[in-house]
């Protein structure tokens, strides 16, 4: 029964109430549009094949042109780069091969004298193994002793007297969670690499040193930090056994296992409850919000539970969740993402969507480069935070690396979506003026490129600057949303306000040519619609006249090209469309309740 109404879901609208979000000044985050640079690959002043602090500078205006107004600088801490820079040796300095801290300094005045914002990493559940903490640790060191989680063996192997560790956990990049210290003759945990040592959220001392790294950063005055990896923070106190996923015990992945006792402990929220005393303090003294995004692929209740509620309020909002990623490539697989991330917001933990990611990689890999644009309208104009990687305003895509082409460790094949920033076709796509820089520019550098896609009307550069200023106007910023699948493979949704220009997302995400009948949705749109935004293989123009009209007159319908997407605007909607959709909705919303239970 509950499989049928599914089937029929695609020709229903569902609408999602939707709390107004206000943009005070002081509230910037809830609508923030952020440029994520991977500063290693961005853009290299000094000519050492590594993006640095002083490229970011540089290209500064290149970023505000776009229309972005918070930039995420990430990795930028002293490491020894075995984890792209999340092993971070030294969590209050910066790694020379980007520049000093006073160059940091510079980067945020600057951001802020353009009303920018700016976002850098927290990495709070491990550190490298080279930090001066972990080697004074193993050493037994006061007051560094405790500062990670140290174990004694379960018991020596009767053979060959090998150490066996304390328990079956798994880590995330395979292979045992603990590794053995002849010098400590101890085990110490580690959630990722073995070189990435846990810190021990049990030991006061480290809370207040997390604390402390947060201060030091606040002062500098940043506005916020991408909190890395945050479910892993704690463990079980009694380090009980994780269960096997049927039919995979004792496969060494850990995919294998469920996490029950190795992940999101309920200490954990106490931990990010104390950070948020620290962040308040920050924005009452200087009436800026100071905010914490946080990384997790974790289910809805773990985020939902970050973020709290208006009287408890936690975290910002969650940054990594891609757009097209991780779900069924298909409509109601991105309805229901796009559902579960709006059940789990709030007025100030806001929904956030991104285009691409350094660990998920570029919406084109996964869709073929045609999705890449249609990512960014799905993105950028629904409700909420929006964040793109750097060169996804360009369609950069994956380019996999041969072993003698990494110069770092490449933990889960995650430097393919590193490669420099292509900026011209000059050699190197203008990244760095060496040779060599630490890893290959894509091939593809010559044809796709900042300097051509800005001299070309139609780029996906010049639609994405398009994009950006349509996420200025209220109905974006304040509007509600109403989504419609009608069919299997066409995902629509209208974001509309009163008074204001209607504004609707239509996107094919399938490999067939669809019909795009938008009356099916119920939305109250005018006969004709203009195109705002059409991604190059759509075969529309920005400025055609779109027909807005249903199944029953098929042979008026426009037809969308597979992979393809397309903004549409209305005129002004009028009081009584407005009021005609308000009738409909109750009976709708219903509807979309049976629906999402029949999701979950
Ligand atoms: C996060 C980062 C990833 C890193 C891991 C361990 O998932 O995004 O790149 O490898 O944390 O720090």
Redesign the pocket.
């Known amino acids: 029964m509950c499989y049928s109404i599914c089937l029929i879901s695609w020709m229903i609208v569902i609408l999602c109430p939707l709390q107004k979000v206000q943009s005070h000044q002081n509230e910037w985050y809830k609508t923030a549009t952020i440029y994520q640079v991977y500063t290693r690959s961005f853009m290299d002043s000094n000519n050492d094949g590594n993006g640095d602090l002083q490229g970011i500078l540089e290209k500064l205006d290149y970023i505000q042109t776009l229309g972005f107004d918070t930039v995420y600088v990430q990795s930028v801490f002293k490491s020894p780069f075995l984890?792209?820079g999340?092993?971070v040796s030294d969590q209050k300095d910066i790694n020379p091969i980007f520049g000093t801290t006073n160059d940091l300094k510079n980067l945020i005045d600057e951001i802020h004298k353009r009303g920018m914002k700016i976002l850098i990493d927290f990495?709070p559940?491990?550190t490298s193994h080279e930090h001066e903490w972990f080697k004074k640790s193993v050493k037994r060191e006061a007051p560094y002793t405790d500062f990670y989680v140290w174990e004694n063996p379960k018991e020596f192997d009767s053979q060959t007297n090998e150490p066996i560790p304390p328990n079956n956990w798994i880590a995330?990049f395979t292979g045992s969670m603990w590794k053995w210290s002849d010098e400590r003759n101890q085990f110490y945990l580690h959630q990722?690499l073995p070189v990435?040592p846990d810190l021990n959220y049990r030991n006061p001392a480290v809370r207040e040193a997390m604390k402390g790294i947060l201060k030091f950063w606040l002062d500098l005055d940043v506005d916020g930090f991408r909190v890395?990896?945050i479910g892993h923070l704690l463990e079980d106190i009694m380090l009980r056994d994780n269960p096997w996923i049927p039919g995979m015990v004792g496969v060494n992945n850990y995919r294998a296992q469920i996490h029950k006792f190795s992940k999101n402990q309920e200490e954990m929220y106490e931990v990010t409850d104390e950070w948020r005393l620290v962040l308040d303090e920050y924005t009452r003294k200087t009436n800026r919000s100071r905010i914490m995004a946080f990384?997790s692929f974790d289910p809805p209740e773990f985020v939902q539970k970050h973020m709290g509620n208006e009287t408890h309020k936690r975290l910002h909002f969650v940054l990594c969740p891609t757009i097209f990623f991780h779900r069924p490539y298909n409509a109601s697989g991105i309805v229901d993402f796009i559902q579960t991330q709006l059940r789990v917001s709030t007025p100030s933990g806001v929904p956030s969507w991104s285009v691409g990611s350094?660990?998920m990689g570029r919406s084109g890999d996964l869709g073929g480069s045609e999705i890449s644009l249609p990512s960014f309208m799905v993105a950028f104009l629904l409700p909420g935070v929006a964040t793109s990687y750097y060169g996804d305003e360009i369609s950069m895509s994956d380019q996999p690396l041969r072993p003698d082409q990494k110069s770092n460790m490449d933990?889960?094949d995650?430097l393919k979506h590193r490669t420099p920033m292509q900026w011209d076709d000059s050699t190197n796509a203008g990244f760095t003026r060496t040779r060599k820089p630490w890893l290959p520019v894509n091939p593809n550098y010559w044809a796709i490129n900042v300097k051509r896609q800005l001299g070309e009307k139609h780029s996906q550069l010049n639609n994405c600057i398009r994009l950006i200023k349509l996420r200025r106007t209220p109905t974006i910023l304040n509007g509600q949303l109403a989504i419609c699948t009608p069919t299997p493979w066409l995902f629509v949704f209208q974001r509309y306000l009163h008074g204001e220009a209607s504004i609707v997302v239509v996107v094919n995400l399938g490999t067939e040519m669809e019909l795009i009948s938008l009356k099916d949705c119920s939305f109250n749109l005018p006969r004709v619609m203009e195109i705002h935004t059409a991604s190059s293989s759509s075969g529309f123009q920005i400025g055609d006249k779109f027909v807005v009209c249903d199944s029953s007159n098929l042979t008026s319908c426009p037809r969308l090209r597979p992979r393809s997407g397309l903004v549409l605007t209305s005129a002004r909607s009028s009081e009584s469309s407005y009021a005609v959709k308000s009738k409909h909705s109750i009976l709708i919303f219903a509807l979309s309740l049976v629906l999402s239970a029949c999701y979950w």
């Open positions: 984890d792209g999340f092993d990495v559940n491990h995330v990722f990435e890395d990896a990384e350094h660990d933990a889960f995650h």
